[in-house]
């Protein structure tokens, strides 16, 4: 699936295939992504001999804790019909991108064409941006 809150909150195992094989582990998608970041990094380590020492003052710093927080009334609106708005900007898309795949389309309407990929392009960034949005407000409500 593309969506990764669905498989965060799905997911108990994850069956992944990467360049170096199948890798199957426990967890959700967003600690295999975390796992495999740690399994690169230690790939470039040991591909490079000659290790630098890190100091101290060069470590990122710890990241603070989220102060926990409860949603106002605008963004428990905003996160309760986050569904339906996702489900319409996903049906638009789909509608346009039917109508583009459309051969008769190109027979009649080709000029239109710029301007339905235009605005499929700004429906699947506005998807995107609902998608993230929509995560954010989860992690408030955890």
Same mark, same amino acid.
């Given at each position: 699936s593309h969506d990764r809150y669905f498989l965060d909150r799905i997911c108990d195992?994850?069956? %992944?295939?990467?360049e170096s094989g199948v890798?199957? =582990?426990p967890g959700?998608?967003?600690?295999?992504?975390q796992k495999r970041r740690e399994r690169e990094v230690r790939a470039r380590? %040991?591909?490079n001999p000659v290790a630098? *020492?890190?100091?101290?003052?060069?470590?990122e710093p710890a990241a603070r804790p989220v102060r926990s927080r409860k949603l106002s009334f605008k963004e &428990?609106?905003?996160?309760? =019909?986050?569904e339906q708005t996702i489900l319409a900007a996903e049906t638009r898309a789909a509608e346009l991108e039917? *109508?583009?795949h459309d051969p008769a389309f190109y027979a009649s309407r080709a000029k239109d064409a710029p301007g339905l990929l235009a605005e499929l392009e700004r429906t699947k960034a506005e998807i995107v941006r609902l998608y993230a949005?929509?995560?954010?407000?989860? &992690?408030? *409500?955890?």
């Open positions: 195992q994850v069956v %992944a295939f990467e890798v199957v =582990g959700n998608f967003s600690y295999y992504l380590q %040991a591909a630098r *020492t890190v100091r101290k003052e060069d470590k &428990q609106r905003e996160l309760e =019909g986050m039917t *109508t583009l949005r929509w995560q954010e407000l989860e &992690q408030v *409500t955890k």
